[in-house]
């Protein structure tokens, strides 16, 4: 067999077997490279009489622009299968005590319905797919 | 570059070539030709090398996104893939017993049939595409690959090429073969097909090409992005976008690796194709 | 002894053929000659007339017929001429052949994206189309006539030369003529390849491109749309009339070249 027909034979069933292996092992490879993630929602607070919003201090942080973030979970529908994404998201902040930050309900901002990530490991970066767990 | 003659056995097989030209023109012409060969050779490779170049100027993230993260394109080329190699290989199957009947039964009407193959071979698809969305919708295939692959097994390029090259086989090896065995199918099998396989190849070859490169027939036989063939999502891609250019890359590198691998096999079959 | 039933054999592809290709194309004469999908009535020529009116149709018929009149024959020329150049090499360089036909398996996308980005502000789109036609399809067409220029009995050539006929008598009398066959067969493929060149076009202009550039397909396509199954019944059974025309004079052409040379 000549060089030549053995070496375009290879690629062509490599790139046959990574077609393969992508589409239907695609869920599981996402899964396996996307970091797990702790998130919640957040609470109701009665402070002064107003009713705020309180997530952990942990799940602050701060952009590179000086403002204050969150991560934000939603579900992604790029994928065939079930997928989070987090999404940076701007937080007024009013007050932080004992660990826990208040702020109130603002457009655009969270609110109560929205899952927020509260603990992780590796550095998150905006629109990458994460693992949420309780 | 070695002209004299017998050094490479270039010229032993060919040798009324070398009376072509004589003497001090020989260079000249010589020179001209290689400078003309170098520089159609670029107008026609140019297109590919933008592609690869574009593809990987950003390194190996985009093919990352490719593969994981944006699996648009790959679903696309899973399509693809399907589509095409299902169409092929079911219109080989189907062809080379049509082929047979072409080029080796006489029966009334052959040759009618046979320039019917011919005729609409040759009708720009635009013709056959609104009945072949009636006929998709009527069974159903509409939006489903089969309405791609379908008429994909039955398009006449593979008959006639194949009967082509089938012409070729010389009866007696036939008739020596149906002494061994009645069955024409068996005959088909173990004494025609190793005959003709470069033919086949071919045929294989150019009909898998001519189905990964359509771009008409899944528009209006198809409806869901996610069915889609990549040939139509690399339509909307943009010059800035290198994931694009990474999954054109994908995208051409199967027919150019089938085409690579079978290169020998293909030439010989145009031959024959031309052989008209 | 053949046996009959070998027939059987063609069942297979005859059937798909026909409920595929044939039959869908039975049907739509029936679209072509009736007025509309809910009266059925049979109104003759009508329809055709209609459509010869109709200025779309004239404009495109006009410019599918400019194009393929204009590509097909420079294509040709400069195939046959690079063919010639080139015939002395073929041999040396096995991946010449291959990368002739490198172009034809690109897929139109990737051509009209690169196109696109880099060239389509240049130059206008009917030579647009012009060029990208020569880039698929000549190189193809120049694999073709390498494979005839280099199978062709070069014992005429050594006679004519002997004869004193000069390199250029030598290749229009002696090498032309031989390679008849072949050269009609790249005329017939190349008018049906510069139909196809369809594709690129609607990759790069749309459904609606200028006025130079609406083709036949176009007219096609966009009555597709709308559905209205008697423009394009009629309208494709024209262009297969027309098509199936040109093939058949070609080809009796050919033939009546053929027997006269020889």
């Known amino acids: ?134 | 570059m070695v002209r004299s003659e017998g050094r490479r056995g270039f010229f032993e097989k060919k040798p009324g070539k070398k009376l072509y030209k004589r003497g001090k023109e020989k260079n000249l012409l010589d020179a001209a030709a290689s400078v003309l060969l170098v520089l159609f050779a670029l107008f026609i490779v140019s297109p590919v090398i933008v592609v690869a170049v574009r593809a990987f100027s950003e390194g190996t993230k985009p093919f990352v996104d490719f593969y994981v993260w944006k699996p648009v394109y790959l679903r696309g080329l899973a399509n693809s893939l399907v589509i095409s190699l299902s169409a092929s290989l079911g219109t080989v199957l189907v062809s080379v017993l049509a082929a047979y009947v072409f080029a080796k039964v006489k029966f009334r009407g052959r040759s009618v049939i046979f320039y019917l193959y011919i005729i609409v071979m040759m009708m720009p698809f635009q013709v056959t595409l609104l009945p072949q969305y009636i006929v998709s919708r009527r069974f159903e295939l509409y939006d489903s690959p089969g309405a791609m692959i379908l008429p994909g097994i039955f398009v006449p390029f593979a008959a006639f090429l194949l009967t082509q090259v089938m012409k070729s086989v010389p009866d007696e090896l036939i008739e020596a073969a149906r002494l061994d065995t009645g069955s024409t199918l068996r005959i088909i099998w173990h004494i025609i097909v190793p005959t003709i396989r470069p033919g086949i190849i071919c045929a294989w070859v150019l009909s898998f090409t001519e189905q990964w490169n359509a771009v008409a027939e899944p528009i209006i036989l198809m409806e869901t992005r996610e069915k889609y063939p990549l040939a139509i999502l690399l339509n909307e891609i943009q010059p800035g976008d290198i994931l694009g250019f990474a999954a054109t890359l994908m995208f051409f590198l199967a027919p150019l690796l089938l085409f690579s691998f079978f290169e020998d096999e293909v030439m010989e079959g145009l031959g024959d194709y031309g052989l008209k | 002894m053949k046996k009959k039933t070998d027939l059987l054999l063609l069942l297979p592809s005859l059937a798909g053929f026909l409920a595929f290709f044939i039959v869908p194309f039975v049907y739509s004469f029936y679209y072509a000659f009736t007025e509309n999908a809910f009266t059925k009535k049979f109104v003759w020529f009508d329809n055709f007339g209609r459509l010869f009116e109709n200025e779309y149709f004239k404009l495109a018929m006009k410019n599918t017929g400019e194009f393929t009149l204009l590509a097909v024959p420079l294509t040709m020329a400069i195939s046959l001429a690079l063919a010639l150049l080139l015939v002395r090499f073929a041999r040396r360089l096995p991946f010449v052949k291959s990368a002739l036909f490198l172009p034809v398996i690109l897929p139109s996308a990737t051509i009209v994206m690169l196109w696109n980005a880099y060239i389509s502000d240049f130059v206008p789109p009917f030579n647009s189309l012009l060029l990208i036609f020569l880039w698929k399809y000549g190189g193809l067409n120049v694999m073709l006539m390498l494979t005839a220029l280099s199978g062709m009995d070069k014992s005429m050539l050594e006679a004519a030369r002997i004869d004193g006929a000069n390199a250029f008598q030598q290749t229009v009398r002696v090498t032309v003529p031989n390679i008849a066959p072949t050269l009609f067969f790249t005329f017939i493929l190349s008018v049906v390849n510069s139909l196809k060149i369809f594709r690129e076009s609607y990759l790069l202009y749309g459904n609606y491109p200028d006025e130079g550039v609406y083709m036949l397909q176009n007219f096609l396509n966009n009555h597709f749309a709308k559905l209205n199954y008697q423009y394009i019944s009629t309208a494709a059974i024209f262009f297969a009339v027309i098509v199936y025309t040109v093939v058949a004079v070609v080809f009796v052409a050919e033939k009546k070249w053929s027997e006269s040379i020889w």
């Open chain 1, 1 to 134: 067999m000549k060089i030549k027909r053995i070496v375009t034979i290879t690629f062509f069933l490599l790139f046959l077997a990574s077609v393969a292996v992508f589409v239907f092992f695609g869920p599981q490879i996402r899964a396996a490279l996307s970091p797990e993630v702790t998130y919640d929602y957040p609470n109701f607070a009665e402070a002064g009489g107003r009713m705020l919003n309180v997530l952990p201090s942990s799940a602050v942080w701060t952009g590179e622009d000086g403002g204050t973030y969150v991560w934000k979970i939603s579900r992604s529908d790029e994928f065939p299968e079930p997928a989070f994404v987090v999404n940076a998201c701007p937080l007024a902040i009013e007050k932080e005590k004992d660990g826990k930050v208040y702020f109130g309900f603002s457009y655009g901002s969270i609110d109560s319905s929205d899952a927020v990530a509260v603990g992780w490991d590796t550095d998150l970066k905006e629109g990458m797919c994460v693992r949420p767990e309780r």
